[in-house]
């Protein structure tokens, strides 16, 4: 059996012989052209035969040495494209330089030269359209789904299909054909939009990927220049634009590089952003582990400064804390003492005790009279319901420095400092004599904070929340972010074990739920980054299961993604079926490399007005009644669903709850009880 290497080495010598066969035959036509000789009738299918033959052996050969890469670097490919193939352009440009001198200045000019060189051309050509197809194919396929693998199957399937019309010496530009030929090229298009992977370039990646997919694009032209050139020689016994499977590869070669150039191109100035973005997601997720990691506050605060700093590109600050009735300067960037006594004291008499912003510092008469350098500032307030720790202050030297965007991202650092910092506290009360009592009081109003108590009220759906812990804090959370105008996303979860080690990852769960869905993405990609976050900080023994859901009331549908969560329970007004959503998922935390993106799915449904969805967590189906060990169970609640659709969301709500307790009896319960009713409306306007 043959391996990669003698496959390999098998092709290459194929290709040579076939071309150096193909060489021949092209003399020995000219020559019988230009003595008008009557050419042979078979020599135009030999010529065709080896066409063909060094085509299949060439791009056969790139795919093999394109397959066995498997390198994650982007820019590798490229550099890899450019070198071994694109290059080729060039050279071919030197050739033809040297061509021309000889012609034109020694006036050398030879039917046997003319040849060697357009078929040098054609040899260079072939090996750059099979390099760029299979580099094309690996970057295309990044994050590759069914669809979109079965599309490339058939789009390589009817490529080489157009070698039989070479084959059977038919010409591609027959009216016979053209259809064909244009579904293919709308068919390239469509492959064409498939450019995930530039996404994930950074500033410096996508600026060396700009350079080597213009070199590749300029090599495209080059041998489409050459080509064009020779086409209307009359000495020449070939041409080999006739050729459609070229001509197709070409284009998609040249459509799909210039649409990688041009995308990279236009997010070029937006890279720097997500960069910050992610960087903004590490330092809230350093923040979120500084219990796990044994921190102390000053290294809770390091982290925020700094954090806050780089998030917002401050140009000057300083971070004060609460030390009983005194203020305590921790941390200062380019300002002095001198200035930040003048600052706080003009703060004071304008009374600014809470969030403040100002981005025009210069129209305050007061500030003006300080004659400072900056022009705006913003004032953040590190507290939580009870304590205030401290107030962070930073400054810029434009005016509008701080939009709301960047107010709300340091208003996240801000909020889980307060969470961290109490819970740093919380441990260290916990080695007092008093301390359970005290961990349960503080993580239970931190808990309770957590938890939204109302949801926007909007024309086009309306729900009902339940939420009971079984001690006093637990591991159930649910939580929601409007997206936009038209969509939210809501997520319910539930930690393994109960108690503070729950309230705790409930709390992280939540700050990365708002961390990455700034970002507005899909269910199964926020399952998959949200499981790497977690794989850092959750203890081995723990797990976490969640479902995501993203309403759209303009889509009039929702995509909704579950990671080891109970199903979700539902009713179809048109349809008048109740029945329980059977997807796939895995627990977050469960599996903890890279192999879980392949556990998650993600579906979509369209809603009807009069819908109903009943999100839960298990200590609703799982429920005991109080002198047996028989369970509540999903038949009992898509019951309860089936007699009471009718009613509205709050009304649904109270009557499962009610026939929950009824079930188990009054004041029993094992387990956190969290239930979400969603009815839809038929009545859906702007929100």
């Known amino acids: 059996m043959l391996n990669k290497t003698n496959t390999r080495f098998l092709l290459i010598t194929t290709a040579i012989i076939s071309w150096v066969l193909l060489l021949a035959n092209l003399l020995l036509s000219a020559e019988s052209r230009q003595q ?8 135009p299918f030999i010529h065709n035969i080896l066409v063909v033959i060094f085509i299949v052996s060439v791009f056969f050969c790139q795919r093999i040495s394109v397959l066995s890469l498997k390198k994650a670097d982007f820019v590798a490919y490229l550099w890899n ?107 390239i298009l469509f492959l064409c939009t498939n450019l995930k992977w530039v996404a994930y370039l950074n500033f410096n990646k996508k600026s060396r990927s700009l350079v080597l997919l213009g070199a590749i694009l300029l090599s495209c032209y080059i041998f489409q220049w050459f080509f ?12 080999y634009t006739a050729v459609g499977f070229l001509v197709l590869v070409m284009l998609f070669v040249g459509l799909y590089g210039l649409a990688a150039f041009l995308v990279a191109l236009f997010s070029l100035p937006t890279s720097s952003v997500f960069e910050q973005k992610s960087e903004d997601l590490l330092n809230f997720q350093r923040l979120s582990q500084s219990i796990q990691q044994g921190q102390s506050e000053q290294q809770v605060y390091d982290t925020l400064f700094d954090s806050t700093i780089k998030a917002s590109a401050a140009t000057a600050g300083w971070l004060e804390l609460e030390k009983g009735s005194e203020k305590q ?53 590190i507290k939580s319901l009870k304590h205030q720790f401290g107030t962070l202050y930073l400054l810029k030297d434009i005016e509008n420095g701080f939009d709301r965007e960047t107010v709300n991202v340091l208003q996240t650092f801000t909020n889980q400092t307060t969470l961290t910092i109490e819970n740093l506290r919380l441990v260290a009360e916990s080695l007092q004599n008093e301390r359970y009592k005290e961990e349960l009081k503080i993580a239970s109003t931190v808990q309770e904070n957590l938890i939204p108590k109302t949801f ?46 729950a309230a705790f990852h409930m709390a992280q769960m939540k700050g990365i739920f708002h961390g990455l869905m700034q970002q507005d993405m899909a269910p199964s990609e926020f399952m998959r980054q949200a499981n790497s976050a977690l794989s850092r900080c959750l203890e081995r023994t723990s797990f976490i299961t969640s479902s995501l ?80 060990n028989d369970e509540y169970g999903e038949e009992r609640l898509r019951y309860m669903l089936e007699q009471c659709y009718h009613m509205e969301a709050d009304d649904i709500k109270c009557a499962i709850i009610n026939d929950l307790q009824n079930f188990t009896g009054p004041n029993t319960i094992y387990d956190d009880q969290t ?10 306007q702007t929100v």
């Open 81 to 187: 494209f450019f070198m071994r193939a694109a290059i080729g352009a060039y050279i071919a440009m030197a050739i033809y330089i040297g061509y021309v001198l000889s012609t034109d200045f020694i006036n050398l000019r030879s039917n046997l030269l003319l040849h060697l060189v357009y078929h040098t051309f054609f040899g260079l050509l072939v090996i750059f359209l099979g390099k760029g197809l299979y580099v094309w194919r690996q970057l295309l396929l990044y994050h590759k789904n069914r669809f979109l693998q079965i599309a490339w199957d058939w789009f390589e399937l009817l490529l080489y299909g157009t070698l039989l019309l070479t084959l059977l010496n038919f010409d591609y530009t027959s009216y016979i054909f053209l259809p064909l030929l244009a579904l293919l090229v709308f068919y």
């Open 549 to 628: 859901y993203i309403i759209d009331y303009r889509m009039k549908g929702f995509v909704f993604a579950r990671a080891g969560h109970c199903h979700t329970l539902y009713y179809n007004a048109m349809m008048q079926d109740t029945f329980y959503f059977q997807t796939d998922g895995l627990g977050l935390g469960i599996i903890r490399d890279q192999s879980y993106k392949n556990h998650i799915r993600e579906m979509f449904y369209d809603y009807n007005p009069g819908d109903v969805m009943v999100i839960y967590t298990d200590g609703i189906i799982e429920a005991r009644a109080e002198n047996s």
């Open 456 to 501: 926007p009220s909007d024309s086009w759906f309306e729900i009902s929340t339940h939420a009971l812990a079984a001690k006093e804090v637990g591991g159930d959370f649910y939580d929601f972010l409007q997206l936009s105008e038209s969509r939210i996303a809501i997520i319910i979860g539930d930690v393994s074990g109960k108690g503070i080690t």
């Open 228 to 239: 064009y050139e020779f086409k209307n020689s009359p000495e020449l016994a070939a041409d």
């Open 36 to 43: 008008q000789e009557i050419t042979e009738p078979l020599l």
């Open 675 to 684: 239930l979400l009713v969603i009815k839809f409306k038929a009545d859906q």
């Open 329 to 381: 300067i921790s941390h200062m960037l380019n300002i002095t003492d001198d200035q930040i006594q003048r600052l706080r004291h003009l703060l004071a008499a304008y009374n600014y005790d809470a969030d403040h912003l100002n981005n025009n510092l210069d129209r305050n008469p007061g500030f003006k009279e300080l004659e400072l350098p900056w022009q705006s500032m913003v004032v953040l307030p």
